[in-house]
């Protein structure tokens, strides 16, 4: 059966089809894309052949500029200006080896483009692949000479570079060096460091600061102490979540000031957004940023601040109270559902909760056999206390009795 024609089939089914191949008929280096669930035919929403990827990964490509290159360095899943770039359409596209921004070979929709300005497209050719001079070889070349300057560059610095700090620049060709001690401490590097040239300090601390904020009481508008502005400091906030080498820490407690601040900025963000548009006074400052293997406190100067109005409090306390009162509210809520569980129980009978169900896995995990077989009997003493009440007859009732029986 001739397959129907579809507005929508790519050129490799046009052609197929053209050729009198069908969705049962049809070469061994194409299938059939529909789902699973669905006809297999061409003539749906979905349906039209594609390409193996075994067999078009090797077969051999064409740049506008004479370039060859092997399937496998293709891209084929873009759909950009009206064009399905693809492998079934014969326009495939390929990063540019040479890095070429500018080319008047290339396709028009790929020129002055800002995320394809490096792309261009390809098309299948018969010519037989030669590996000398094909893309493969240019970027085999380009990625020897990127190793080859790799190694000059580390040879320039006398061996203080960092893989993860350094990155090859594609603009100008370049190895850089972004040292950011921040990303050792995300990291939690130890040993060897070839930047610092020794090793690591094995003993373990974070970088503490404190963050003053001032701040205008909006709700004391209207009152005699309208205007008041109240200041308040958070001690001992720490950079990172875990402790990190005294050596990055003492240096990022001079180099990272820059990245706490931006940190509190985006903290703070609705109040300095409040300030800067409705004009609610705010304002953060960060103070004593230190290197230390633990939190230290300073009573005496927290004396001064607090006789200054100043109000103090610790990170750490914070931490503290929000972890017992979260560790409460667990307990409550625990409390709570076993209530209900076992109130259930004592209505229903444990036997009434479904198998494998989540009542009777927490029947069995917080009440246990003990306490289950307890609540059994309470509920048994309740329903034999509940048939053995005597019944009370309506007054009505009695009467209908008594007529029953004189007539009798």
Not at 181 to 188: A, I, N, T, V
Not at 379 to 388: G, L, V
Request: glycine share 6%.
């Amino acid at each position: 059966m001739k397959e129907k024609c579809h507005k929508e089939y790519n050129l490799l089914t046009k052609r197929l089809l053209e050729e009198g191949y069908s969705a049962e008929h049809h070469p061994d280096y194409v299938r059939v894309d529909v789902p699973a669930w669905e006809e297999k035919t061409l003539d749906n929403y979905y349906g039209r052949f594609s390409y193996e990827y075994w067999w078009i990964f090797e077969q051999t490509f064409k740049t506008p500029c004479g370039l060859q290159c092997k399937g496998l360095q293709c891209r084929s899943s873009m759909s950009y200006m009206g064009i399905e770039w693809t492998f079934e359409n014969d326009m495939a596209t390929i990063h540019c080896p040479y890095e070429k921004k500018e080319c008047k070979l290339k396709h028009k929709y790929l020129q002055d483009h800002g995320v394809l300005r490096y792309d261009c497209e390809v098309h299948m050719t018969k010519e037989e692949y030669c590996y000398e001079g094909s893309v493969e070889h240019i970027l085999k070349l380009h990625d020897d000479e990127i190793r080859r300057q790799e190694i000059s560059f580390s040879l320039q610095r006398k061996g203080r570079v960092c893989q993860e700090h350094m990155r090859f620049n594609q603009d100008t060709l370049e190895w850089e060096m972004n040292y950011d001690p921040y990303d050792c401490g995300l990291r939690g590097c130890m040993g060897m460091c070839p930047i610092l040239g020794h090793e690591l300090d094995q003993k373990r601390g974070n970088v503490f600061y404190d963050v003053k904020t001032s701040f205008l009481r909006g709700d004391l508008d209207g009152t005699l102490f309208e205007g008041q502005i109240d200041t308040s400091i958070i001690k001992g906030k720490k950079l990172f979540d875990h402790p990190v080498s005294m050596d990055i820490c003492k240096i990022c407690a001079r180099l990272s000031q820059d990245r706490i601040k931006e940190k509190m900025r985006g903290h703070y963000f609705t109040e300095l957004f409040l300030f800067e548009y409705y004009g609610r006074y705010f304002s953060f400052e960060i103070q004593n940023v230190r290197a230390e293997q633990r939190e230290s406190r300073d009573l005496m100067q927290d004396l001064e601040d607090i006789r200054n109005g100043i109000q103090i409090v610790h990170d750490s306390d914070m931490k503290k109270r929000e972890a017992e009162a979260k560790k409460e509210r667990r307990r409550k809520s625990h409390e709570a559902a076993v209530r209900r569980l076992e109130k259930k129980l004592l209505e229903n009978g444990y036997e009434s909760l479904k198998e494998y169900s989540a009542d009777r896995h927490h029947a069995d995990k917080w009440l246990g056999k003990a306490r289950i077989a307890e609540l059994e009997e309470l509920r048994r003493k309740k329903e034999k206390e509940k048939m053995e009440q005597p019944v009370q007859m309506a007054l009505s009732d009695y009467r209908i009795k008594l007529d029953i029986d004189t007539t009798t």
